[in-house]
């Protein structure tokens, strides 16, 4: 089994968080991926976050396929709805 680590090791297995993301997401952004995530985690729909924060579903949609940045007014919103760390979209 492979251990994901901040940063590679010494150890054989051991791989970078960049390295995973472009293994597993290839060509998406880590703040698309992690927008998505927040959201399957709480399991609201683009719909019911848009509501929660004042976003356009279509806007968020955009977002969580990397066809338009999350700004740092619009990270704010999302992760105080998310439960999550505003900084984990920019």
């Known amino acids: 089994m492979r251990r994901y ?10 791989i970078s968080l960049e390295d995973f993301f472009a293994g597993h997401f290839p060509g ?9 995530g927040a959201r399957g ?5 683009q719909r019911q976050l848009a509501e ?3 976003i356009p579903q279509r806007h968020i949609s955009e977002m969580e396929n990397g066809k338009r940045p999350i700004g740092k007014e619009a990270a704010k919103k ?3 709805a998310l439960n999550v760390d505003y900084r984990v979209f920019l």
């Open 78 to 80: 999302l992760a105080k």
């Open 5 to 14: 680590v901040d940063s590679i090791e010494s150890e054989d297995d051991a």
């Open 52 to 54: 929660m924060t004042g």
């Open 41 to 45: 985690k709480e399991e609201l729909t």
């Open 28 to 36: 998406e952004s880590k703040p698309s991926v992690n927008l998505r």
